[in-house]
């Protein structure tokens, strides 16, 4: 057996909670690394982050920090990385970029592995991951999509706060121990930390996240409208979205109703998902077994469920998609695609 | 003026969550009461409820309970409906029910005031108060089927616990404060608690409210999908739902999309929602307004914003309705209807 090649890879926004959930992974995954630069803003530079049982120390992300990296995962927000990803490029690395900023540029290749890991190969040096709502659900859709095609999709998620980031979700908690012992609930950061108007999660369900477009969609929506026909490669699909924030800590859920090209069987549907890859089917009437926030947390699966077949339209399907946010929603789908980039350089 | 008539009125579940609503409104509401009966379990019987400052003492609802009653409002459950009603009805009461126990029943109109209330006088002793989370999605859309027809409705709903009662709300709350504590979340009532599987409810999304029909539909979405037709008088309407639970006390919301038959203007759409009874437009995207359940929560009207087009079906329409499902969702619409009869005799 040869050798196999070790890289430098560096994580961007390594305080940050999809950072963190990036750097166990690596961690736990045994990713081939040489050496691991964490990287932060200044301020949380000098943090310590314990990395199979060394501790190491973030250090402020600047453009000489990529001399020597070969892989660079950015999640600090879309600012840092329009501001570094290309100075990482001009260093030779590949980047894995997290945020919004890539991922409708039509040179930057927008990636599910499970759906279309192919385009890895066309990258110029950035390769964006999705946003994590669009994730989830091009996942679980993509083998009815290569089945059956889908020419619709209505989409409504109960997003947890931790999509919103780590300050997020510290003020549900707050708000909801205020709201307990009865005192005035005040909102801080959500829905949209840039915003000037706050509203209360604790106990509710906020229909904005990011901010809203000329059209009347959010940000949010858009992100599932349009990264869905990038990442399927279909521009006629048809995709609706609306957008809700959820008091809930870790987990994504959607309601989602989808309308095939072509006449399906339930138990069909239920076999090709249960075979594919990253989907794991719970879905069990008389068990009272389906996807869950609460168990999704913390594992890498696409859980899906409660699959019936619309009461109107004939080839029309309505799935209940689950899944950590902060680990295929962001930084597992972000550790597949450097495993990908590792495994091609082996 | 002529003499006002004044009725004599039983509240049956008069300790349950939907039922303290019921005699706060005819006390807030100044219904033209002569003797007020507070009905309930033989449990419950014995407790003092106060009412315009007497203290009423509840007895146990039997068939005699009844005599003399004019106006019996039953909010105790299905089967206490379908064992106290009749006998309610054989003594001349006329019954507004708030259960699931006669809603279908053809003989029996399905009333929400905004929508049909002509239906009121087809009654043969039994009036139905329709499901909570229908009334708030078919008084919202009334306006719109009247101008435009509609041929389709897709739902996702985001309901409160107080719609599973107050032993609900209470484990809902001590979940909460179990898991703020870092404890073992033990879920006792939901989703539903006759079922033997329990799910967590604070800080999750539980996709089951009641019990999972044949046709892998629960009954709370196929009360949706019949309870609009039979309502808008239409069996041509095609109504999809995906009726979910989430960690909210009050207000239910709803993510809806409604095909028209006639093409729109949303400025229209605007206008006709904002001049209908019982529906305020909170839909500001600068202000970053639009209806939440905590805002809901206390008032008796059903409020509708984030109105957007469709952006794939030219006659598609989203809307988020939102409303106390205690309130316009049971108790008040219960009560408009006994208004509605009071004025009718007098």
């Known amino acids: 057996m040869s050798e196999q090649k070790l890289f430098n890879v560096a994580v961007v926004g390594a305080t940050g909670a999809v950072g963190e959930q990036i750097i166990g992974l690596l961690e736990k995954r045994d990713f081939p690394i040489n050496q691991l630069k964490l990287l932060s803003s200044a301020r949380s530079a000098g943090n310590k982050i314990l990395f199979k049982g060394r501790e190491l120390t973030v250090e402020e992300a600047t453009p000489e920090s990529f001399e020597g990296v070969e892989i660079a995962l950015f999640s600090a927000g879309g600012d840092v990385s329009k501001a570094l990803a290309p100075h990482a490029v001009e260093r030779g690395a590949v980047c894995i970029d997290n945020t919004n900023a890539y991922r409708m540029d039509p040179e930057t290749p927008l990636v599910v592995p499970e759906v279309n890991i192919d385009k890895v190969s066309e990258h110029k040096g950035i390769i964006a991951n999705p946003n994590c709502s669009t994730?989830?659900?091009?996942?679980?859709?993509k083998p009815l999509y290569d089945r059956y095609g889908i020419s619709r999709i209505i989409v409504s998620t109960y997003q947890a706060v931790s999509g919103a980031g780590s300050k997020a979700i510290d003020e549900m908690l707050r708000q909801t121990r205020e709201a307990l012992e009865g005192n005035d609930v005040k909102p801080d950061i959500l829905p949209v930390g840039s915003l000037p108007v706050k509203h209360q999660i604790a106990f509710n369900a906020i229909p904005q996240i990011d901010k809203f477009q000329d059209n009347g969609y959010t940000l949010e929506e858009m992100k599932m409208v349009r990264e869905t026909k990038k990442i399927m490669g279909d521009d006629a699909i048809d995709v609706t979205a609306t957008c809700v924030r959820v008091p809930v800590v870790?987990?994504?859920?959607?309601?989602?109703?989808?309308?095939?090209?072509?006449?399906?069987?339930?138990?069909?549907?239920?076999k090709l998902l249960s075979d594919a890859p990253g989907i794991v089917v719970v879905d069990d009437m008389d068990a009272q077994q389906y996807p869950l926030a609460t168990d999704a947390a913390g594992k890498p699966d696409v859980f899906v469920g409660r699959l019936r077949r619309d009461l109107g339209a004939p080839r029309g399907l309505n799935l209940w998609i689950v899944s950590d946010n902060l680990l295929k929603g962001a930084a597992w789908n972000a550790v597949q695609i450097a495993e990908y980039i590792a495994i091609e350089q082996n």
Chains 1, 2 share one sequence.
Do not use: F, P, T
């Open 135 to 141: 994730i989830q659900m091009v996942a679980a859709l």
């Open 250 to 270: 870790y987990g994504h859920s959607e309601s989602v109703y989808v309308e095939l090209k072509n006449d399906y069987e339930l138990e069909d549907v239920r």
